[in-house]
């Protein structure tokens, strides 16, 4: 019994790879690099983008049909009830490789796990184009690994985190 229980922890700790996006529903939302406004939009959902090693162009998919189609905007009767694209939104898309912080040792964060530049940046480049194509919305970007500073305006508040890994 003991070595199924310890087969078991290690596959939990070592299959929790997944792309995770943090959304916020804003009424307004930018970023600025440089102290240039690099991307802004009003009325739709900021998106954090944390992608691991391990991503795939499934993760990609799944995720954007995902945050495409979730219902956290209010109808006429104050019931977040709508999608963004009911309510014709747009997305500002910022990478965010802490998303994949590890905290477990000591007190400085470990983001071993999150993706390299070469990997992440053309699944983070393939997931702003996947989210406009299948939307058919606006999708407004930071700047892959640039100091950013973002402003947003959150409404609500709803902050809702997503990963690739609850798609089983």
């Known amino acids: 019994m003991k070595n199924i229980w310890a087969t078991f922890k290690v596959y939990c700790y070592t299959n929790i790879d997944d792309m995770r996006a943090v959304i916020q529903r804003v009424t307004e939302a930018s970023v600025t690099i440089n102290d240039e406004v690099n991307g802004k939009i009003n009325l739709g959902l900021l998106v954090l983008l944390g992608i691991e090693s391990v991503d795939t162009k ?27 694209q009911d309510v014709n939104g747009s997305f500002l898309v910022i990478s965010q490789f802490t998303l994949h912080a590890s905290t477990k040792k ?7 796990k999150a993706a390299r530049p070469e990997q992440a940046i053309p699944l983070y480049e393939q997931f702003c184009k996947s989210l406009g194509d299948h939307s058919k919305l606006s999708v407004e970007t930071g700047v892959f690994g640039a100091d950013m ?20």
Do not use: A, C, H, Y
């Open 149 to 168: 500073k973002v402003q947003l305006l959150n409404d609500g508040p709803v902050t809702i985190i997503i990963d690739s890994q609850s798609k089983d």
């Open 58 to 84: 499934e993760d990609i998919d799944w995720l954007v049909r995902k945050i495409t189609s979730m219902r956290i905007f209010s109808d006429p009767d104050d019931k977040m009830n709508l999608s963004i």
């Open 106 to 112: 000591g007190n400085r964060p470990s983001f071993i």
